[in-house]
């Protein structure tokens, strides 16, 4: 094992608190932790399982520490950067969602927000069909069950000291041997999750590939809502939306928005190519623990 850091450059502004707080908040026991001042979490990367951790940015670079196999150093540098999307044009993106008069003090108020990213889609589907109409904190005992009965133990001395990352998520080849007395959840999304899994693990839908959101749209079960935050967090699509989605409705109401989905639809056409980013400062108008930034 090597313990490899790296300077993650990115265009200013960067809000962070979102980003942060949207990991943090929504992190699984286990796979994911704020601690040391970072987000952290294990990466499945080719030569074997590796740490990344991130810490808030200072000016324009995000300090990585990478624990794990040197010779992946740059797949995971590739994986931190989609995590907290340092990639992304800030000015292209604030300045199309300016140009909308609803948007515009929200944008003003706090430039820079980032869409934070998923490092496997898989994983990220499974865990978006287990966050289906639950609470963000019920999602992640869900998540949490299934990393200590199926995911893969973390090589001894790999966390940093300290730390309480012990797993990796599981792939979806592990989770076919989930059973439903393990999953404390209604038998319409237990038949979901499996279908889920059954057809990542066998190919028929596959979520790097070119037909991914209509592949994932056809299984039974898996809605708008699923496919298009699938395509947000996992798949990087920056004009994914989310008009079903509770936050969305109550922050569309306090701020004059059409609160029906189809008129919000409509509104939103304002708002292309970067509905991801516009639905990032529409969740930042509510008090919710994704919009804060983690504790030191």
């Known amino acids: 094992m090597a313990v490899v850091r790296a300077a993650l450059e990115f265009t200013e502004p960067l809000r962070p608190d979102n980003l942060y707080g949207h990991l943090v908040a929504t992190a699984v026991p286990g796979v994911e932790e704020w601690s040391g001042g970072a987000y952290r979490r294990t990466l499945r990367l080719p030569h074997g399982p590796a740490v990344v951790s991130l810490p808030p940015p200072v000016g324009r670079v995000v300090e990585a520490e990478i624990r794990g196999d040197p010779d992946d150093g740059a797949e995971a540098v590739r994986l931190a950067r989609r995590l907290l999307d340092l990639d992304a044009d800030p000015a292209a993106v604030d300045g199309a969602l300016r140009a909308d008069p609803v948007l515009h003090p929200l944008v003003d108020a706090a430039p820079g927000r980032r869409v934070p ?110 496919v298009d935050s699938v395509a947000m967090r996992a798949l990087a699509d920056p004009d994914a939306f989310l008009p079903s989605d509770l936050g969305i409705r109550v922050a569309a109401k306090q701020l004059g928005l059409p609160e029906r989905d189809r008129d919000l639809v409509a509104r939103a056409e304002a708002w292309r190519p970067y509905r991801a980013y ?10 919710h623990a994704v919009n804060t930034m983690p504790d030191y």
Request: charged letters at 20%; aromatic letters at 4%; proline letters at 9%.
């Open 117 to 226: 990213g998923s490092p496997d889609p898989d994983e990220f589907a499974v865990r978006a069909v287990l966050g289906q109409q639950v609470s963000t904190a019920a999602a992640r005992t869900h998540a949490a069950r299934l990393v200590r009965a199926h995911g893969t133990p973390l090589p001894e001395g790999l966390a940093p000291p300290g730390s309480g990352l012990t797993h990796l998520f599981p792939t979806p080849h592990q989770l076919t041997a989930l059973t439903d007395d393990e999953l404390g959840m209604p038998a319409s999304r237990k038949r979901t999750l499996h279908g889920l899994v059954a057809a990542l693990a066998d190919g028929s839908v596959d979520l790097r590939g070119p037909h991914a959101r209509d592949q994932l749209g056809a299984l039974r079960g898996i809605g708008p809502w699923t």
């Open 278 to 287: 516009a639905t990032q400062y529409l969740w930042a108008a509510l008090d």
